[in-house]
């Protein structure tokens, strides 16, 4: 019998767990357990929805405790802090600083990225942060007072990749939708890029029509702008250019934590993602794996594998097969990643999609539904299809008789 750890219960980690789970622990075969701080799991491209007060807490979120008894793996809340691959162990951190040591046979690192300030100055003291639930909330507990304010208020975001449009899109949806209630409120946001498009990892015809439609929106798009340093209330451009704002938040590129770069010996590239073969697997230690954005995963194209939930969720199902082939003494297979195209959701009716390579782009509400079916395909894994149709149905029952913004409209 082995031992399988997965650290880390985001777009691929809960998904692994769920599949080695139902295979493995329901017939005693393996043990397989799951290492993971936070209490709940949100689809982490849905984080926005809870800065800008959209998201259903009630039918979104999944309890790691009610999941894992139904899936059959262990779960322990917790953090991994460090790493001793002779001993083949992991020291672990509970919520009261406790430390203890969890041993394993496979160790599967699933943890994630966060957002990059390339080290500009006053970022980390003057923005917030979209790369937890956690920190979503903080921020709606301070957009929520703009939105409820008279008057004016401001709100500046910093990077207009996925994080940066879906969040701008979002809050200028829940402003307009506000102003029917009540005329005076107004939310004026700006977003601002330092390349020279919305989207500079997507398709140039998908960054145009993105741009279309937030500036349709109300959003105050700013290309070919770098922040240099921020300040309270303030954000100074390389052109000495100063964007006051109420609000601050900052959503451009993706970076590991600095943790991940002194584990063990384990090689790491300059955003501190793990390095792994084509299979998964460590370039340095056969018996640990990593997928999701904390990998650096070579293509047979001489790239490597994007950071997107796309990825994280095909990168899980690979991983769940091969490790069932591992374990019955058979060779690894390489893992290819299937670009199924990428769509941007442009406030809660609307989205942009490209597809086929980039040779389609789409655009309207029914790609905003292919946009939701990639978090129902999430779903899907985690509960199967029948318990996906039936929240499907109460989210639309509960959509006509709720207001769009769910607090405090007075
Ligand atoms: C607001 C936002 C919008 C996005 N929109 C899109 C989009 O439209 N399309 C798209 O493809 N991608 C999008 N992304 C990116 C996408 O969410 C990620 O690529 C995907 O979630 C990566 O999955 P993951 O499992 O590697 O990491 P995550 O989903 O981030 O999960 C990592 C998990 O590891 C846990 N963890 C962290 N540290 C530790 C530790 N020390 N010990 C144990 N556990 C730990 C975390 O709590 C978390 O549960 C978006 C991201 C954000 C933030």
Not at 115 to 140: I, R, Y
Not at 287 to 299: L, M, R, T, Y
Request: glycine share 8%; proline share 3%; charged share 20%.
């Amino acid at each position: 019998m082995s031992k399988i750890v997965v650290v880390g219960g985001g777009a691929a980690g809960l998904e692994l767990v769920t599949r080695l789970g139902r295979r493995f622990s329901r017939r005693g075969e393996h043990e397989v357990v799951l290492v993971e701080p936070a209490s709940h799991h949100y689809w982490k491209p849905r984080l926005h929805e809870i800065a800008a007060g959209t998201f259903d807490n009630e039918l979104d979120a999944v309890s790691y405790l009610q999941h894992s008894y139904c899936n059959q793996y262990r779960y322990v809340q917790a953090s991994m802090a460090d790493l001793n691959r002779e001993n083949k162990s992991i020291e672990i951190r509970n919520s009261d600083g406790q430390l203890s040591t969890l041993h394993y046979d496979y160790l599967v690192i699933a943890v994630g990225a966060v957002s990059n300030d390339f080290k500009t100055e006053g970022v980390s003291e003057h923005c917030l942060f979209l790369d937890s639930a956690d920190q979503a909330q903080q921020a709606w507990e301070q957009i929520n007072p703009l939105l409820k304010a008279d008057g004016q208020r401001h709100i500046s975001i910093v990077g207009a990749g996925a994080t940066g449009v879906e969040l701008a899109a979002e809050l200028a949806k829940v402003s307009q939708k506000l102003k029917r209630y009540r005329h005076d409120a107004d939310l004026k946001i700006t977003l601002v890029e330092a390349s020279d498009r919305v989207l500079p990892a997507g398709p140039a015809c998908m960054s145009q029509k993105v741009l279309n439609s937030l500036v349709q929106h109300g959003v105050d798009v700013k290309t070919n702008t770098r922040v240099n340093r921020a300040e309270k209330g303030k954000l100074v451009t390389d052109q000495g250019d100063v964007l006051t704002a109420d609000l601050q938040l900052w959503a451009a590129g993706i970076k590991c934590a600095p943790w991940l770069a002194s584990l063990d010996g384990l090689e790491t590239n300059r955003l501190n993602q793990l390095k792994v073969d084509s299979t998964l697997r460590t370039t340095l230690d056969d018996s640990i794996f990593v997928i999701g954005d904390s990998a650096e995963c070579p293509q047979p194209d001489g790239g490597f594998v994007t950071p997107r939930a796309q990825a994280a969720n095909q990168a899980a199902g690979h991983l769940a097969r091969q490790l069932r082939r591992l374990l019955n003494g058979k060779s690894m297979m390489p893992f290819i990643f299937n670009d199924g195209g990428m769509v941007i959701a442009v406030g809660h009716n609307y989205a942009v999609g490209s597809l086929m390579n980039n040779k389609l782009i789409v655009r309207g509400r029914f790609v905003r539904n292919l946009y939701d079916t990639i978090f129902r395909l999430h779903q899907q894994i985690l509960f199967g299809w029948g318990r996906v149709a039936a929240l499907v149905v109460l989210k639309r029952v509960k959509a006509s008789l709720n207001p769009f913004y769910k607090h405090n409209i007075s």
